[in-house]
């Protein structure tokens, strides 16, 4: 298998519900390392599993509408508890929307999965991978 990732950050503000989540209860922020990955199988006549450019692009516009944000101000999220895991798979399906449109430079179809990882810190992560047919 062949891979490619990319990487940002976003800084976000949210609390829990529930008592497992001790003082995370409280409202808290957060600066989380976002990577996502790219798997195929082959690698395209270019020589890429994906666009790097076009990825970097795709992720920069998912992670815009939550960056600096209170997570439990944002309606789409509302009655969710925003845990890493939650928003591994929240931008998962962003970047199966754009692969399956064609956004990454590469057919979709071509790509075998994709994988999001969310590092809360140098100790602690978590991510979501599925494949994309």
């Keep these: 298998m062949f891979a490619v990732e990319v990487r940002?950050?976003?800084m976000i503000a949210h609390s829990f519900r529930g008592a497992v989540f001790g003082p995370a209860q409280a409202l808290h922020g957060a600066t989380?390392?976002?990577d996502v990955a790219f798997i195929s199988e082959k690698l395209d006549p270019n020589?890429?599993?994906v666009d790097i450019g076009c990825a970097l692009d795709v992720l920069k516009?998912?992670?815009k509408p939550i960056n600096y944000k209170n997570l439990d101000?944002?309606?789409e999220f509302k009655g969710e508890n925003t845990t890493t895991e939650f928003l591994t798979k929240h931008i998962f399906d962003r970047f199966a929307e754009a692969a399956?449109?064609?956004?990454l430079g590469r057919d979709g179809r071509e790509l075998k999965?994709?994988?999001v990882t969310i590092s809360e810190s140098h100790v602690a992560r978590a991510w979501y991978e599925a494949p994309l047919w």
């Design 8 to 10: 940002d950050h976003i």
């Design 61 to 63: 516009a998912v992670l």
């Design 32 to 34: 989380f390392v976002v």
């Design 47 to 49: 020589g890429i599993v």
């Design 100 to 103: 399956r449109a064609g956004n």
């Design 113 to 115: 999965a994709i994988r």
């Design 73 to 75: 101000d944002v309606p």
